[in-house]
């Protein structure tokens, strides 16, 4: 009998997505620590909601920070306050249409 976990990975759907409060943007955060392991169009990653509420406005993001290279984006990070999740697995961005292919990987 095997008993060794199996990774898996599942459509991301906004509510598995961690938030991180800040009180500023320049606030620095281990996404190890806070983030969701993901894979991003087949990278690994980790994502949060970077959440920041000053008292008079809240202004949120996303953060995507990437452990493997990504050619779109060569330092590794991805931030923009411009995204939805309206399908399980796609994270919309930006003004353009583009879209990432979001998996969430998990242990079963």
């Given at each position: 009998m095997n008993l060794k976990p199996k990774a898996m990975k599942t459509p991301l759907s906004?509510?598995?997505?961690?938030?991180?409060?800040?009180?500023?943007?320049?606030?620095?955060?281990?996404?190890?620590?806070v983030g969701l392991s993901v894979l991003v169009d087949g990278r690994k990653a980790f994502i949060y909601?970077?959440?920041?509420?000053?008292?008079?406005?809240?202004?949120?993001?996303i953060v995507i920070q990437f452990s493997e290279k990504h050619p779109k984006f060569a330092d590794g990070l991805f931030q923009?306050?411009?995204?939805?999740?309206?399908?399980?697995?796609?994270?919309?961005w930006g003004h353009k249409g583009e879209v990432m292919n979001v998996e969430?990987?998990?242990v079963a």
């Open positions: 906004p509510r598995l997505i961690p938030v991180v409060h800040v009180t500023d943007f320049q606030t620095k955060v281990n996404p190890i620590e909601e970077h959440m920041l509420n000053d008292g008079f406005y809240q202004r949120e993001k923009t306050k411009y995204y939805e999740i309206n399908e399980p697995g796609k994270l919309s969430y990987l998990h």
